[in-house]
């Protein structure tokens, strides 16, 4: 047994590279390493399956029959080598056999074997083969073992490439570019329309070298590199065109976080140790964090996960001197940028005039690049599936985040409509700026209030742009989201004021911290307890009222934030009245300190509840009484209505906004609302969608906060509505509902000219 992995990697490096160094034929080569590995590591058999034409070929073996060389072939996911290829993961098992993915290859003789470990070799995030060892005897292989095949498929990635052993024809195999047109279908991340001709973002570095001649010199190597590093992240964070406080500054404080981490120096440091140049030690530690990343299913974990790959990426650049991403090199034309993942700091880098749009491989809605792009203005699709294969450099691509697609290549027929479609959108964005002075009113003289939801510096902007009447939720969380550490009571209160002295005398509406459950602070400890439903869990006010000095924190920022005006504080997942009346009174005993020290007040102070919970519904006449008004939390709502997670896909259009359960259950609390003469609101989605704000209109709403973007089609939708006529739809149709009531509230709408487009 190797005495460390380490040495084990070191010892069969240094021998991997006088064999590459001989003047022997490919296979010859391939033979040597097999035997090396092999003895290095005490091992019966060792095998290294090789890519080709889309299969995966016994290019050669120690121990296993040599008959079975170039004979032996898997697909992608087919047995124990396919498996490791296409999921890109390590397999170390006692017993191959009893892998359910196992597959026998009489040729190979390898009945004889029990124990099996397979290492994925890797070439530009892709798998190019695999590197595997068995042994007579059932037993799992030790982890030092496994460390040193993973070191050792990582030189073989590049002998491959390098030394001629499969031909550039063979190793593209399957790789063969479409040249069709396709349409590619992801998630919406950030919405908007844009074409642009396509660039990887490439920020992976092309390994030249991966056995050290120098240790040490690698070593310094790295240190200089993580100096350099951290100059630019400094530098950045100081010329941020965000401003120097902000949501934006704060995810850049998180990369400095992970640019000072000395575990992360360590590992790389450990790798050197094995015999790796500087970049191969880099690219050795992100492959393991890659292999992590795809068992994390926490969503912030992985986000977080990729701002460190971000980090990465930039450290092998600079230590290699390749400084060759897109953004560096320079856009020359309108872009569509590529990429698996992408990190916030390198979004900042590309030039905004040439960049028109993202798409991402992964991504999601919580990642700090997608909050970055969305302040930057440019729209982003993510979980594109193989994007990266289906696209090649500079193929034309029209970008439609909004339906969830992008179009590669696309035929004429397909230009044209997209241009049509682009065209009708910026024509109807043309006649919605004319709305932007208009007040929403109906056809029959019904003011409607519409405000905004938000939660960033930069989405305030959004309400002089859209001329809505004010903010009906501010999202508090964000800043505490985007943040790398708690954000202190000073901050909170800078914060707070920039966006009280932006609206001016329209309302803003603020709503505590709902964190917890699904948004999970790293920075904030917990009992380790893992959430099964974590979004009807441990989170909002439950949370702040056990640890009240949060909230304490936050009503002290906000009141001396609001000083001299009036303050809207709103409270998020009530479940009871009792809840309601104890974090009032902890704004109220904050209210009281304030007083004692001299300082201002608010002129005026109003108290609200979010009703998100079913519960709240049944106890309105207690509540009621005790609040100044009400906000209805239609996204949490709906789903606890039905028991459907509004995350899992499958029951994401299993239950529909506009059904008559939910219509009935909002208006029954909108009657309650209006018998006690106390305002109420609708907030989320819901109410941003025309044809279900046509139908909150029919049943007596009159305030809608929602997102900025929402805001045109809406006031359209209200100014073409007769709610009169309206009203006594709606309730024929509550009172006797057909199945499909969005069919039949869309039919009523076109047949009454109602602007629902």
């Not at 008959?67 to 032996?72: K, Q």
């Not at 304490?552 to 001396?560: G, H, M, T």
């Not at 789903?639 to 509004?646: E, N, V």
């Not at 149709?733 to 602007?755: I, K, M, Y």
Request: with cysteine; net charge negative.
């Amino acid at each position: 047994m190797p005495i460390s992995a380490a040495s084990a990697s070191r010892e069969i490096l240094i021998r991997l590279h006088e064999v590459m160094a001989s003047r022997t034929s490919a296979q010859a080569k391939l033979n040597q390493v097999v035997a090396t590995i092999a003895g290095v590591l005490k091992s019966e058999v060792c095998s290294i399956y090789l890519r080709r034409d889309g299969l995966l070929e016994l290019f050669a073996t120690k121990g296993l029959k040599q008959e079975a060389v170039h004979v032996t072939r898997l697909a992608m996911g087919e047995g124990l080598v396919g498996t490791i290829a296409e999921q890109m993961a390590t397999l170390n098992l006692d017993e191959a056999t009893s892998h359910p993915d196992f597959a026998y290859k009489p040729e190979t003789g390898e009945d004889l074997f029990h124990s099996f470990a397979g290492v994925p070799i890797i070439r530009k995030e892709d798998a190019v083969g695999v590197l595997c060892v068995q042994h007579i005897e059932s037993r799992k292989y030790e982890e030092l073992e496994i460390e040193a095949l993973q070191t050792v498929a990582m030189v073989l990635s590049e002998l491959i490439a390098n030394a001629g052993l499969i031909d550039n024809a063979e190793r593209r195999g399957s790789k063969i570019q479409d040249t069709t047109a396709q349409r590619l279908s992801g998630l919406k991340l950030v919405d908007g329309m844009a074409s642009g001709y396509a660039v990887f973002h490439q920020p992976r570095v092309t390994i030249e070298h991966t056995v050290a001649e120098d240790i040490e010199a690698e070593r310094h190597r790295v240190y200089a590199a993580f100096d350099k590093m951290r100059e630019q992240i400094e530098r950045m964070a100081s010329e941020a065109e965000f401003g120097v406080e902000g949501e934006h500054r704060e995810v850049l404080e998180m990369y400095k976080m992970f640019a000072y981490d000395e575990g992360w120096r360590r590992r790389i440091n450990e790798a050197i140790d094995s015999g790796l140049t500087a970049e191969a030690a880099i690219e050795r530690v992100q492959q393991r964090t890659r292999m992590r990343m795809r068992q994390i299913d926490d969503p912030l974990l992985a986000d977080r996960m990729h701002d460190l790959e971000d980090m990465a990426n930039r450290l092998l650049r600079i230590v290699s001197g390749q400084l060759g991403s897109a953004a560096q090199a320079g856009l020359r034309h309108d872009t569509i940028l590529i990429a698996r993942n992408l990190g916030p700091a390198e979004l900042l880098e590309y030039d905004r005039r040439r960049l028109k749009g993202v798409i991402l491989e992964e991504g999601s809605l919580t990642a700090h690049v997608t909050i970055v792009a969305r302040a930057m203005g440019v729209p982003v699709l993510g979980r594109v599936k193989g994007v990266r294969r289906m696209i090649g450099e500079g193929d034309l691509v029209l970008l439609d985040a909004g339906q969830s697609a992008a179009f590669v290549r696309p035929s004429p027929a397909m230009e044209q409509a997209f241009e049509s479609r682009l065209q009708a959108s910026q024509k109807r964005r043309a006649g919605y700026a004319a709305l932007r002075s208009q007040p929403p009113v109906t056809k029959d003289d019904t003011r409607i209030t519409l405000m905004v939801n938000a939660g960033l510096r930069d989405d305030i902007g959004q309400l002089d742009v859209t001329g809505a009447d004010g903010i009906g939720l501010f999202r508090t969380e964000f800043q505490f989201l985007v943040s790398a550490t708690m954000p202190q009571r000073e901050r909170q209160q800078r914060l707070y004021r920039d966006v009280l002295d932006a609206s001016g005398d329209r309302p803003v509406v603020f709503r505590t911290v709902d964190i917890g459950g699904d948004k999970a602070l790293p920075y904030l400890r917990f009992d380790g307890h893992v959430e099964e439903n974590p979004a009807m869990g441990w989170r909002a006010l439950r949370l702040a009222l056990e640890r009240d000095g949060l909230m304490k924190a936050q009503a002290r920022a906000l009141l001396e934030a609001a000083a001299g005006r009036t303050l809207n504080v709103m409270f998020p997942m009530v479940s009871e009245p009792w809840e309601f009346e104890e974090a009032k009174a902890i704004f109220e005993r904050q209210r009281d300190w304030i007083a004692k020290q001299g300082r201002q007040l608010p002129s005026r102070i109003h108290y609200g509840t979010m009703l998100e919970v079913p519960a709240l519904a049944e106890m309105l006449d207690v509540l009621l009484p005790k609040v100044d008004f009400v906000s209805i939390g239609t996204n949490d709502l709906t789903q606890f209505l039905f028991a459907a997670d509004r995350a899992n896909p499958k029951l994401a259009e299993r239950y529909d906004w506009l059904s008559p359960a939910i219509l009935r259950f909002l208006r029954r609390v909108l009657i309650a609302c209006r018998e006690s003469n106390t305002p109420v609101t609708i907030c989320g989605e819901m109410g941003g969608r025309a044809l279900e704000a046509m139908a909150l209109l029919a049943i007596g709403f009159e305030r809608l906060s929602i997102t900025p973007a929402a805001i045109p089609p809406v006031k359209a939708m209200v100014r073409s509505l007769d709610l009169s006529a309206a009203k006594p739809m709606m309730e024929k149709l509550l009172a006797d509902p057909p199945r499909n009531l969005r069919d039949a509230l869309g039919e009523w709408a076109r047949s009454q000219s109602v602007d629902i487009a």
